[in-house]
Nanobody, 118 residues
Framework: VQLQASGGGLVQAGGSLRLSCVVS????????MGWFRQAPGKEREFVAGINWRTGSTSYTDSVKGRFTISKDNAKNTVYLQMNSLKPEDTAVYYC????????????WGQGTQVTVSS
């Protein structure tokens, strides 16, 4: 499975960005997809996830109501719509894939930088 993330950039606080993650190489419906982020000096943290089969989603508390994860089956793409961005959202964002029944995320895309200025 190959994951290609894009869509990062510089935005002012209160602004929006949409990240994209294109999945190739395997049937995407066999995976649970996640977005993670890592800020300087901090550990990588889970941001949002989506079950490709059912569409069920989950979010970390700090982004609930601001971020939305979604998928486009035809494009094999997962999105992370980020609204009302805050400076503390500044991080490198990664998309990842976990097979159903697997404990961890085995596949990772390259990161995309999101910088939110105050």
């Amino acid at each position: 499975v190959q994951l290609q993330a894009s869509g990062g950039g510089l935005v002012q606080a209160g602004g929006s960005l949409r990240l994209s993650c294109v999945v190739s190489g395997r049937t995407s419906s066999n995976y649970y997809m996640g977005w993670f982020r890592q800020a300087p000096g901090k550990e990588r943290e889970f941001v949002a996830g989506i079950n490709w089969r059912t569409g069920s989603t989950s979010y970390t508390d700090s982004v609930k109501g601001r971020f939305t994860i979604s998928k486009d089956n035809a494009k094999n793409t997962v999105y992370l719509q980020m609204n009302s961005l805050k400076p503390e959202d500044t991080a490198v964002y990664y998309c990842a894939a976990r097979g159903f029944g697997s404990a961890g995320y085995a596949y990772w895309g390259q990161g995309t930088q999101v910088t939110v200025s105050s």
